[in-house]
């Protein structure tokens, strides 16, 4: 589970400082799927950035799985995207020469995992790419590589997947069956998932939607999940 | 990660851009190439001259004159007529010179020789019985220059390989006369062809005994009557009593000439003359390489060019890397494995093209020159070359590599 409390994070842009997170304080429970939406500029890709470990706060504490990760090193922290964090990037960000079974690979070649051919078929069957291993990235449609993509970021069982705009280059029939992915991995197999997103049906799909404008968690939506007809309970957040 | 592994993510990247990847390693393939081939040539023509110099006999001291000096003007090392046929009688004692195996003094001139309607000009050597021995002189036809004709001052010559086929064509010259200086010799022998040292031919001369030459030919006497020589050879019983024998010669004539001061010989032993022919051409060979060597380093810019460009190219990849685990130590290995195998592979293929250059350029300098120069590859060339492509695709991979794997993975990610 994520526990962040009173996380700061500042750039220097020259002389200026950028107060891009200003104490934010959030906890994710395991298997619980939940959207960060915010506009552009709010901090909420500097946010997923510290929640994915791809950088570090400037201040505050940060516990994945109990674990404080705020002040490891570059090694540390690239241990811990490989085994406990899986990326879904809204441009895919596979590789371009590698086939889909090598993309979902490549997290075990860095954990030094065996058995790697076995549990990329797995991972492929559960995004249901069975049919599709040889296939490059430009071979396969958007819907399809965000499945590998997908895929790899479940290979190594992730404390949690965070999908940024998953849905953003895709159509909408493609959109759907991503979501539907998500919904059916967070519910099938409890894999805690967050979004961070701009769009409202995806976020409306979730149980919780954190508000971020001007680096801080302006609203917390609570939603109760019926028949799929999502019916929003709106409460003021910190 | 293992290392087989980064092996074959490197590989990947090496066969990505094949063409690029070709060319970069042409680079390195023309470096190593040219420093095999032009120092197996510098090898080459180190080892010829040491054959050549050999080919004059084994375990030889030369006794040369001193300098002349009139009025306070010193003249070249061999130009006083100090030595005499008896200084060389007297090097042959074996009790004074136990280290001496057997003695060779020599006497040139230069002249005309004539036979029928041919002529040439060439080098008269006024020799002894011992000379076809100690330098090494083998008879192809007929015979040498015996004691008999040494003391008996005969008109005899005995010709080398090129004067033969110059004067007489194809007919044999044995028992033919040939004509120096208005005089008649008899040609009694022919020598066996030595082929050229690169200090002159050693075929174009003709050998007459030494008394013929002092008395009748060049009539050169020093002023006590004593006929002078110019040069006698000593060879040493073995290469060990050099030093002794040195030492042996130069005490016998110092006594002979009655010095107390600063000699009026000089004594070189055929191992200096190598080592200091060896000294001209290793140099040779280190400026050969030298050359090559900057070939090699633009090769090695190459890589690092090439590999630059592949980093700032692969940024992306680099995120993707980064973000699914990949730490720093992985994005440098990769990338500096990659930079080694282009070098590694650029090694192989210069060894081979180095190879393959030796083989051919002696035969076009030859066509193109007449000159003979023969390649020697040697290991120790090939492990050098080899060695030194690895070292730089390390060194050159060395600050792309790094540059990888510093890369930050949100910047990396965001790059187009």
Sequence with gaps: MIVMDNIVKTYKMGEVEVHALRGVSLAVDNGEMVAIMGPSGSGKSTLMNVIGCLDQPTSGSYRLDGREVSQLNDNQLAEIRNRRIGFVFQTFNLLPQATALANVELPLIYGGASNRRQKALEALAKVGLSDRIRHRPTELSGGEQQRVAIARALINNPAVILADEPTGNLDSRSSAEIIDIFEQLNREEGITIVFVTHDQDIAHRTKRILHILDGEISRVEELVQNEGVPSAVEEEGK | ?416
């Design chain 2, 1 to 416: 990660m293992n290392p087989l592994e980064a092996f074959r993510i490197a590989a990947q990247g090496v066969f990505a851009n094949k063409l690029r990847s070709a060319l970069t390693v042409l680079g390195i393939i023309i470096g190593v190439g040219a420093v095999i081939s032009l120092m197996s040539m510098g090898r080459g023509s180190q080892a010829a001259v040491t054959s050549g110099i050999e080919s004059m006999g084994t375990n030889l001291v030369f006794v040369r004159p001193g300098a002349t000096t009139q009025g306070g003007v010193r003249s070249a090392q061999g130009t006083a007529s100090t030595l005499t046929l008896d200084d060389a009688y007297a090097i042959a004692d074996p009790v004074a010179a136990p280290a001496v195996a057997m003695v060779a003094p020599q006497m040139s001139t230069a002249g005309q020789v004539v036979a029928g309607g041919n002529n040439t000009f060439t080098q008269i050597l006024g020799v002894t019985p011992e000379f076809e021995q100690v330098r090494n002189f083998p008879i192809a036809d007929g015979e040498f220059i015996t004691q008999r004709d040494v003391e008996s001052r005969s008109m005899v010559a005995v010709l080398g390989a090129n004067v033969a086929e110059t004067v007489f064509g194809g007919d044999d010259p044995v028992g033919q006369y040939i004509t120096v200086s208005q005089r008649r010799f008899e040609v009694i022998g022919v020598l066996v062809s030595k082929g050229g040292t690169g200090f002159g031919s050693q075929d174009d001369m003709i050998l007459i005994p030494i008394t013929t030459l002092q008395y009748r030919l060049a009539a050169q006497r020093t002023a006590s009557g004593r006929s002078n020589v110019n040069t006698i050879n000593v060879q040493v019983i073995n290469a060990k009593q050099i030093d002794a024998a040195e030492a042996q010669i130069s005490a016998i004539l110092r006594e002979r000439h009655n010095i107390t001061g600063e000699d009026d010989f000089t004594i070189t032993s055929q191992e200096e003359t190598v080592a200091a022919l060896n000294q001209a051409t290793g140099v040779l060979t280190v400026f050969l390489g030298g050359i090559a060597g900057i070939s090699l380093l633009v090769g090695g810019i190459g890589i690092m060019n090439i590999m630059l460009v592949s980093v700032a190219e692969r940024t992306r990849e680099i995120g993707i890397r980064k973000a699914v685990g990949a730490k720093r130590r992985d994005i440098l290995m990769q990338f500096l494995i990659e930079a080694t195998v282009l070098s590694l592979t650029g090694g192989v293929g210069g060894v081979l093209a180095g190879w393959g250059l030796s083989r051919v350029a002696p035969r076009l300098f030859q066509e193109l020159s007449g000159q003979t120069i023969q390649a020697v590859i040697s290991s120790d060339i090939v492990l050098l070359a080899f060695g030194v492509s690895a070292a730089i695709g390390l060194f050159f991979g060395i600050y792309p590599a790094s540059r990888a794997a510093r890369l930050n993975p949100i910047e990396a990610l965001r790059h187009e």
